[in-house]
C-alpha cells in the first residue's frame, strides 16, 4: 500500500531532478540576468522568404495553350457561352496546396507551390483561376 510520507518522498526527489536540469540565471559577473536582456539570436524563420523557383511572385507571365484549354472547358461546362477574355496572368508561390482559396473546413498541404493565377472575362463576369504544378484550373470563388 503507498503511503503518502511515499508519494511525498517521489515527488522531493523527482523535482530537486529536474531543478540540476534548468538553466543558468546568472550573468558571467555573477548577478542576476533580467528579463530585459535583448537577445542576439536572430528570428526564426520556418520558410524562405519570396518564390522559390520560377518567374518572380506577381510576375505577368503568358498562359500556356494547355491551360487556357482547360479554362475554356471548364467555363463551358459552367453554362458559359462567351469567349474568356484574359484580364491578368502571374507566377505566384502559393504557400499550400489551397493555391490561395482554401475552403473552410479542408486540410491542405502545407508546401511552396509554384503556379500561376489567370484572370479572365467572360459573359460580363470576372473568373480567378488558379493553376499548382498541373494543367487543371481551380476556380476560386471567394
Given amino acids: 500500500m503507498i503511503t503518502a510520507a511515499l508519494i511525498t518522498c517521489a515527488f522531493a526527489v523527482s523535482t530537486a531532478g529536474l531543478a540540476g536540469c534548468a538553466p ?5 559577473s555573477g548577478g542576476a540576468m533580467s528579463d530585459s536582456t535583448p ?3 536572430p528570428p526564426f524563420q520556418t520558410a524562405t522568404p519570396g518564390p522559390v523557383s520560377g518567374a518572380p511572385t506577381g510576375t ?3 498562359v500556356p495553350q494547355s491551360r487556357w484549354d482547360a479554362i475554356a472547358r471548364d467555363l463551358a461546362a459552367r453554362g458559359v457561352a462567351g469567349t474568356p477574355e484574359l484580364i491578368s496572368a502571374e507566377a505566384v508561390t502559393f504557400s499550400d496546396s489551397s493555391l490561395g482559396c482554401a475552403t473552410p473546413g479542408q486540410s491542405y498541404t502545407q508546401a511552396l507551390v509554384d503556379g500561376m493565377r489567370v484572370v479572365v472575362s467572360a459573359d460580363g463576369k470576372s473568373w480567378d483561376y488558379r493553376f499548382g504544378t498541373g494543367d487543371a484550373p481551380v476556380l476560386c470563388t471567394r
Avoid: G, K, W
Fill in 39 to 41: 537577445s542576439t539570436r
Fill in 60 to 62: 505577368p507571365v503568358d
Fill in 24 to 28: 543558468a540565471t546568472s550573468t558571467p
